[in-house]
């Protein structure tokens, strides 16, 4: 089976947001190499980390197979290498 055709390769700089809190789930990462931090914005307006992801780590198939919206906004914490998977 070829699953490559569908395969996204991206280079996040650190600091850059890879999709926003509130925003459609259209795709799933996997961290070829760096680091990601989740935040979530209360409705007190607090931010608070809900994850981190380093290599090997997927992030976001609960709420593309659940057709959810992103609970949190997600950025770089270090240059980091992701391959996306699109819906």
Same mark, same amino acid.
């Given at each position: 089976?070829?699953?490559?055709?569908?395969?996204?390769?991206?280079?996040?700089?650190?600091?850059?947001?890879?999709?926003?809190? +509130? =925003?459609?789930?259209?795709?799933?990462?996997? /961290?070829?190499? *760096?680091? $990601?931090? #989740? &935040?979530?914005?209360?409705?007190?307006?607090?931010?608070?980390?809900?994850?981190?992801?380093?290599?090997?780590?997927?992030? +976001? =198939?609960?709420?593309?197979?659940?057709?959810? /919206?992103?609970? *949190?906004? $997600?950025? #770089? &914490?270090?240059?980091?290498?992701?391959?996306?998977?699109?819906?």
């Amino acid at each position: 089976m070829h699953i490559d055709f569908a395969l996204e390769w991206v280079q996040v700089s650190a600091g850059q947001t890879i999709f926003n809190q +509130g =925003e459609e789930s259209d795709a799933i990462y996997i /961290v070829l190499n *760096g680091r $990601l931090r #989740a &935040i979530q914005e209360g409705s007190d307006g607090k931010m608070k980390a809900i994850g981190e992801f380093g290599q090997g780590d997927s992030v +976001g =198939e609960l709420e593309v197979l659940t057709e959810s /919206v992103r609970p *949190g906004t $997600l950025h #770089a &914490i270090r240059d980091t290498e992701l391959a996306k998977f699109p819906k």
